[in-house]
């Protein structure tokens, strides 16, 4: 079993700076590739970042990159997520997920095989 427990979510004013953390524990974390999605009310559950399981490689949603950025320390088997330029259309719920096992659709949910409980970002205009 693999367990994810985000946090770091919050309140901050468009323009803000909110940076996510998530712990991993139950499997060596640097094995596995780590994403994060987000979930706005109403909508569905949409792709954000991911990073491959030794840090070496990125990806960003369209909508985030250049303001958004993953990154894990392995040592502490934890992912982050630096936020930066927040918008209020960045208001939603952020997951964490692992990627166990590669099937090469990054971006979708069906990749991911473990979930965190989400964590609540919100930002006002």
């Known amino acids: 079993q693999l367990q994810l427990v985000e946090t770091g979510g919050g309140l901050v004013q468009a323009g803000g700076s909110l940076r996510l953390s998530c712990a991993a524990s139950?499997?060596?974390?640097?094995?596995?590739?780590m994403g994060w999605f987000r979930q706005a009310p109403g909508k569905e559950r949409e792709f954000v970042a991911r990073?491959?399981?030794?840090?070496?490689?990125?990806y960003y949603a369209d909508s985030v990159k250049g303001r958004f950025t993953i990154s894990r320390d392995n040592a502490k088997n934890t992912v982050y997520l630096q936020m930066n330029s927040l918008k209020p259309e960045d208001t939603a719920v952020y997951y964490c997920?692992?990627?166990?096992?590669?099937?090469?659709?990054?971006?979708?949910?069906?990749?991911?095989?473990?979930w965190g409980q989400g964590t609540q970002v919100t930002v006002s205009s």
């Open positions: 997920a692992a990627d166990l096992i590669f099937r090469r659709a990054i971006t979708e949910r069906a990749e991911y095989d473990y």
């Open positions: 139950g499997r060596t974390f640097s094995t596995y590739a």
């Open positions: 990073i491959s399981s030794s840090g070496a490689n990125t």
